[in-house]
């Protein structure tokens, strides 16, 4: 992407110079207007049952994203006012420091077959380990691109209140490439589903994918300029508002709500699957048993701000909505990334900055008067 100097501030502009801003810093040709055209009533009918109509949310772009040395500009998709404005100033203090650090792991997923009513469980496993390549070639029998590079077996013993025994969960490990994989590894897992039965004596239940993909991490960092976040007493401010969010529940879930503002809305524009998102993070976010921050937030030797996040990310840039809706294509257009993984850091450096936003609000003037700051100034002659 081509680094621009802006003349003028992208929220004095018109929608027409936005979009011109938009062709110049990305090299996207072509109509823009028609790209941005809504779903017509047929597309919708299409792609849901019982349509009865279309429901439209704003979407804009977030501006000062450096992201490992690349400048971005990253549309979002969200209701809410001051967001997008306080992301892109959270970006702006990170540009001071060599802006956001990020890296995600290969797109590995996993695939899920439940098996129950077993006699022998022990002879159950054995019986599938040693088929594991025949049923490796059967998931793989159907796809050209998404892979099983892997299966296990895991011993479950029933937790609820009807106790229904002891359960097998056959797993496959799934490579879905530049694809958030959904269909292709439910349809493998259906796949193997018969043999399983026929190799264990059980029956299968369930055959479908975990969004709780911690084979697919994203991790992102940034530090942040004591003396533009507002000064020292601001960030020890600050550090005692991550405090709260780490150590009680109620801080944390709405500490995170604000991550999630900005990543909800990076993937909504970009056609991912945001409820798998939601699902798989808050899953993270009380991986050891207590629900706490997605972020996590220090002081440099210099005294400046170091923030960071860690969290489970499938996304893809081919397949599903990706190539079925066309402003989610334009999205991805502007954004110009080149894989999934890609894509999970920007929307990584995005939850974390708008964080940041959310933390110094509160830690200052608060969110209300941040709000109203960031509305007035909009609106402003």
């Known amino acids: ?146 892979v099983a590079i892997d299966l296990r077996v895991r011993l479950l013993r029933d937790k609820s209140p009807n106790n229904m025994g002891n359960m ?69 401010r600050i550090l005692y508002a991550y405090a709260l969010a780490y150590s009680d529940t109620y801080r944390a879930v709405t500490h995170n709500k604000g991550v999630m503002n900005g990543i909800d809305a990076v993937a909504l524009a970009t056609g991912q699957d945001f409820r798998a998102i939601e699902a798989g993070t808050h899953a993270y976010a009380a991986r050891d048993g207590t629900y706490r921050s997605l972020t996590t937030w220090g002081r440099t030797k210099a005294g400046d701000l170091a923030g960071a996040i860690e969290l489970p990310l499938a996304v893809g840039v081919v397949g599903g909505v990706v190539n079925a809706h066309p402003t989610a294509k334009f999205a991805l257009q502007i954004l110009s990334v080149k894989s999934a993984k890609e894509l999970a850091t920007v929307m990584a450096a995005v939850g974390l900055a708008q964080n940041l936003a959310a933390i110094r609000a509160l830690s200052s003037e608060g969110i209300q008067a941040g709000h109203m700051r960031l509305h007035a100034r909009k609106f402003s002659k």
């Open 1 to 146: 992407m081509t680094v621009m100097t802006i003349e003028k501030k992208i929220y004095k502009m018109t929608r027409e110079e936005r979009l011109e801003y938009i062709r110049k810093a990305t090299q996207i040709s072509g109509d823009i207007e028609a790209m941005l055209q809504p779903l017509s009533f047929e597309d919708s009918n299409r792609m849901i049952e019982n349509a009865i109509g279309i429901m439209s949310i704003p979407m804009g772009i977030a501006t000062n994203f450096v992201i490992n040395g690349r400048e971005y500009v990253i549309p979002m998709a969200i209701e809410e006012p001051s967001v997008i404005a306080a992301v892109s100033k959270a970006a702006k203090i990170a540009k001071v420091r060599g802006g956001f650090i990020a890296e995600a792991d290969d797109s590995l997923m996993i695939g899920q077959v439940q098996v129950v009513k077993l006699g022998n469980v022990k002879h159950a496993t054995t019986n599938i380990l040693r088929n594991k390549s025949q049923l490796l070639a059967i998931a793989n029998s159907n796809s050209k691109s998404v």
């Open 168 to 236: 097998l969960v056959v797993e496959l490990v799934i490579d879905t490439k530049d694809a958030m994989g959904a269909n292709a590894i439910n349809t493998m897992c259906e796949a193997i589903a018969p043999h399983v039965a026929e190799i264990t004596g059980g029956e299968v239940v369930l055959k479908i994918l975990s969004n709780y993909s911690t084979k697919r991490m994203v991790r992102c960092r940034a530090t942040f300029d004591k003396d533009e976040l507002g000064g020292s007493q601001i960030v020890k």
